[in-house]
């Protein structure tokens, strides 16, 4: 079962996700410029908001980090191992970051893993049976190269939610790929955009009658979008990730159930998070905390994933009466009318929830709040009702 998420969301002047430069990320789009949100950016707020963390609970969430060496350098003095070992005991971790067994002195890996608690705690328990009994000299003599050959840490480990839903890739064995369950657009404007230029100043409060001029000056670039995005989660793989790939062939009919009641928290939890949370990116200066004008939630058997974003391939203008956003949700509805049209891809449910935006061209499940929304998908995917 495939579930998708398609988004318009409209922002006051805001600058959400910066490039290189300090400029609000864009692209081209057909054949015009488009503000644009990277996935990475949308993934990382939804992930790290508050929203998310306490739905789903903080033993359930992994963390995605370059300290796994003092994690588990930390772990093993716990465990009882010396300082002086310990260290020897986090040099060699640092070589599990990487398939060629390299090591470092700084207690960081080369490159940030998605790690679980799970992951610490088992190097942890690794690297302690082989180094309890040894000399530093011999401590040192050990290659991390061979250690990521143990049969502790080949093979599947229990993984948290959000190595569940956004899948983890690394280069070393001693971690297992985890495939994403959850796929998503970068977002881009529906129009045109161009960027303009705040320019501020800022005042010494304490400035004499005899001052005058700016304490300092300055210039921000922003933009005013409205974006459409895009997210789907393949329900099948969220759940053989969660239980595991052989163990999810052996669950019992109740451990389904329950496996399918958590699976449908986890894609509650999400999309309330991707509705509710927009990325940090100069919020202190702009506060663009404007919620989604419409949200269309289809729910497919078939795994055909459909973007609608080439319904603004023409870029949408205001025109007369017309706002921007009904001008959006126009063109949005007519492309998904389209598509289902062309080529059958008819959803088994649907539900469209709309904000001061009318709807005069689809018939659909169309839901007057966005928890009524939640609760008819989430009783859905419970059942299995496809």
């Not at 359930?60 to 310990?86: D, Q």
Request: aromatic share 6%; proline share 4%; charged share 30%.
């Amino acid at each position: 079962m495939l579930v998708e998420i398609h988004v318009l969301q409209n922002h006051a002047p805001a600058n959400l996700n910066r490039d290189e430069s300090g400029s609000p990320k864009d692209c081209m789009f057909g054949g015009v410029r488009r503000g644009r949100i990277s996935s990475q950016c949308q993934k990382r707020t939804i992930r790290c908001s508050p929203l998310f963390q306490d739905s789903i609970g903080e033993s359930r969430l992994g963390m995605r980090t370059r300290k796994l060496p003092f994690l588990v350098k930390e772990e093993l003095m716990r465990l009882g191992l010396s300082e002086e070992l310990a260290k020897i005991g986090a040099r060699k971790a640092s070589g599990l970051g990487n398939k060629d067994g390299k090591e470092r002195d700084d207690e960081i890996t080369a490159q940030a893993i998605f790690l679980t608690q799970e992951d610490v705690s088992v190097i942890a328990r690794c690297l302690f049976r082989h180094l309890k009994d040894k000399t530093v000299k011999q401590a040192k003599a050990i290659k991390a190269q061979e250690l990521q050959k143990d049969p502790e840490l080949v093979g599947w480990r229990p993984v948290t939610v959000d190595v569940a839903l956004f899948g983890r890739m690394t280069t070393s064995t001693a971690f297992n790929d985890v495939e994403a369950s959850v796929q998503v657009g970068h977002a881009i404007s529906t129009h045109r955009v161009d960027s303009e230029f705040d320019y501020f100043t800022a005042v010494d409060d304490l400035m004499g009658d005899g001052d005058s001029g700016a304490d300092m000056i300055g210039d921000t670039e922003f933009n005013s979008c409205c974006y459409y995005k895009y997210f789907n989660v393949d329900m099948d793989e969220l759940k053989r990730n969660l239980a595991g790939p052989d163990r999810l062939k052996k669950l019992t009919a109740e451990e389904r159930q329950d496996l399918a009641r958590d699976a449908a928290h986890i894609v509650k939890a999400f999309i309330e998070s991707l509705v509710f949370c927009s990325p940090d990116g100069k919020q202190n200066s702009f506060a663009a905390r404007q919620l989604p004008s419409a949200v269309l939630v289809e729910v497919k058997k078939r795994k055909i994933p459909v973007s609608y974003a080439n319904a603004f391939v023409k870029p949408v203008t205001a025109r007369g009466e017309m706002d921007l956003v009904q001008a959006s949700v126009n063109a949005f509805l007519d492309h998904v009318k389209e598509t289902e049209k062309c080529f059958g891809l008819t959803p088994n449910r649907r539900w469209l929830l709309l904000m001061g935006c009318e709807s005069p061209k689809m018939t659909t499940d169309q839901v007057s709040t966005f928890p009524a929304l939640v609760e008819e998908l989430t009783a859905a995917l419970q059942q299995g009702e496809e």
